[in-house]
C-alpha cells in the first residue's frame, strides 16, 4: 500500500511539472495576452460609441483602465483636469493626466474640476473618437506646451537642503503627450509631430490599433532632453550619456539590448530598438515606461512661486471689489 501510494504521488507530482510553462511559452502567453487586448480595447471602443450620450465617459474611463494597467503605480492617473502653471497660465480640459505625487502630494480643486501643477505632471492624454487632424487638437497641445515649470522648488534630501536651481539635469519638465484615437489615421505630419504617440486604429482593419512614433528613432538622450528641458529639439544626435562606464567586455549579456557607441557610458539607443513586431500595444507599454524612467522623478514643487502668483491675484480680485462693490453684493444675494 505505502508503495502505491508513493508511486501514485510521484506521477501525481510529474504530471503536475508537466502542465509548468516554459520561459518560451511564458513569453508567448504574454505575447498573445497584448494582441488580445489590443482587439479587446478596439470592439468596446466601438461599442461605447453607438451609444451617443455615453461615447465620451466610457471612452475616456477605458483608456483610463488601459493605462492604469501599463504605468507604474507611483504615478496617479486623474480624468478631466486642467493643468496650471505659477506663472498663471493654464492648459485646456485635459482628458487624463499622468501625474507624480512625490513632491506635490495635493491637487487644487474648484468644486469638481481639478488643477494640477505642471511640475508634477508626466503624460497628457487626448482620448478622441473623430479623425485626428483637427485645429483644435493643435491649440490643445499649444496650451499645454506654453507651460512653464518654475525650479524654485526646496526640500531636504540624505546630503542636505537643496533647490531645484542646483538641477543641471533637470531644469524644468514636459509631459509626454498621446492622442489615442478610435478612427483610422494618423492625420497630418504637424500633428504627429505635436504628439510623442498617436494610437488610431490599422487601416484595413477593423480590430486593431496601430502606434505612430514621429521621433521614434531619435536616441534616449535627445528625448531626456526634451522631457527635461536641458537641449535643443535640433540635437537629435546626442547620446545618452550615463554617470559612469556601465559595460564589462567579459560579459556581453549583461548589457544586452544596449547599443554603445565608442565610449563605455554613452548609448545611442532609441525607441525604434523597443518596438514589438507586430504589437502595438506592447511596444506602446515599453516605450512608454522607458520615457518615463528618463523622467523618473518629477521637480521639486515650487511653493514660493504658486505663492506670488496667488497674492498677485489676490491683489486683482481686491482691486476689482474695490472699483464695483455692487458686484460682490450682487454675487453674496444670489
Not at 494582441?35 to 483608456?63: A, F, P, Y
Not at 501643477?117 to 490643445?140: D, F, M, R, Y
Not at 532609441?270 to 506602446?284: F, G, H, K, M, Q
Not at 518629477?298 to 464695483?324: C, D, S, T, V
Request: glycine share 6%.
Amino acid at each position: 500500500m505505502k508503495r502505491g501510494k508513493a508511486r501514485d504521488e510521484a506521477l501525481a507530482d510529474e504530471k503536475e511539472e508537466t502542465k509548468e510553462l516554459s520561459g518560451r511559452e511564458v513569453f508567448e502567453k504574454i505575447y498573445e495576452n497584448y494582441q488580445d487586448l489590443n482587439r479587446k480595447m478596439v470592439n468596446e471602443l466601438k461599442l461605447s460609441s453607438i451609444q451617443g450620450g455615453l461615447t465620451g465617459h466610457c471612452r475616456e474611463e477605458m483608456w483610463l483602465k488601459f493605462f492604469r494597467d501599463i504605468i507604474p503605480q507611483k504615478f496617479s492617473l486623474s480624468q478631466g483636469v486642467i493643468i496650471i502653471d505659477s506663472y498663471g497660465n493654464a492648459s485646456r480640459e485635459v482628458d487624463i493626466a499622468v501625474y507624480d505625487e512625490q513632491y506635490t502630494p495635493y491637487v487644487f480643486r474648484y468644486n469638481t474640476l481639478k488643477f494640477i501643477p505642471i511640475e508634477a505632471v508626466a503624460v497628457v492624454i487626448e482620448c478622441k473618437s473623430v479623425k485626428p487632424g483637427s485645429t483644435q487638437l493643435t491649440k490643445w497641445v499649444e496650451r499645454i506646451d506654453a507651460l512653464r515649470t518654475c525650479q524654485a522648488g526646496i526640500a531636504r534630501i540624505a546630503t542636505g537642503y537643496v533647490m531645484g536651481l542646483n538641477n543641471r539635469i533637470q531644469t524644468g519638465t514636459r509631459p509626454i503627450k498621446i492622442l489615442a484615437c478610435l478612427q483610422k489615421g494618423y492625420g497630418t505630419k504637424k500633428l504627429q509631430q505635436a504628439f510623442d504617440f498617436i494610437i488610431t486604429r490599422k487601416k484595413d482593419e477593423a480590430v486593431h490599433f496601430q502606434l505612430n512614433v514621429a521621433n521614434k528613432r531619435k536616441s534616449l538622450g535627445w528625448w531626456g532632453q526634451q522631457l527635461n528641458c536641458t537641449g535643443s529639439a535640433d540635437n537629435d544626435s546626442q547620446c545618452l550619456v550615463l554617470k559612469e562606464a556601465a559595460i564589462s567586455n567579459n560579459d556581453p549579456d549583461s548589457w544586452q539590448g544596449l547599443n554603445f557607441t565608442n565610449e563605455s557610458n554613452e548609448i545611442n539607443n532609441t525607441l525604434a530598438d523597443l518596438e514589438i513586431e507586430d504589437n502595438p500595444v506592447l511596444s506602446l507599454n515599453l516605450q512608454l515606461n522607458q520615457l518615463l524612467m528618463l523622467i523618473n522623478n518629477p521637480m521639486l514643487f515650487p511653493h514660493f512661486a504658486y505663492a506670488r502668483q496667488f497674492n498677485k491675484i489676490a491683489g486683482i480680485i481686491k482691486e476689482k471689489r474695490r472699483k464695483q462693490p455692487h458686484c460682490e453684493v450682487e454675487q453674496n444675494d444670489a
